[in-house]
């Protein structure tokens, strides 16, 4: 079972930056593919971003994007911590949501970013740009 616990989010004008923080179970961290995902009301849940470990020899990571926040957010992992973040930059009021970190041990790399591909959530934060 993953645990995931969001922190980060807040209210900032456009333009503005703010950073998530998503805290996972430890034991299962390393294994794990991370996404971020957000839900505006009245919305479909979208995925944002996700990363992945593509090698367990090298540590290399893929990372992959929505095309809405290419370039202005980017996912990041502190494996030392078990901690995922994503930093998001040039904020506009289309980017008000819910966010949420999702994870599970097996995901199709096709699809990182597709909602049904993630068993584990958090309760998510919100984040809201005026």
């Known amino acids: 079972h993953v645990q995931l616990v969001e922190s980060g989010g807040g209210s900032v004008q456009a333009g503005g930056s703010l950073r998530l923080s998503c805290a996972a179970s430890?034991?299962?961290?390393?294994?794990?593919?991370f996404a971020w995902f957000r839900q505006a009301p009245g919305k479909e849940r979208e995925g944002v971003a996700a990363i992945i470990t593509d090698s367990s020899i090298t540590g290399s990571e893929l990372t992959n994007y929505a095309d809405s926040v290419q370039g202005r957010f980017t996912v990041s992992r502190d494996d030392a911590k078990a901690i995922l973040y994503l930093q998001m930059n040039s904020l506009k009021p289309e980017d008000t949501a819910m966010y949420y970190c999702a994870a599970d041990l097996i995901v199709d790399r096709s699809y990182v970013l597709r909602r049904q591909e993630y068993k584990y959530w958090g309760q998510g934060t919100q984040v809201t740009v005026s």
């Open positions: 430890a034991y299962t961290y390393r294994r794990a593919y």
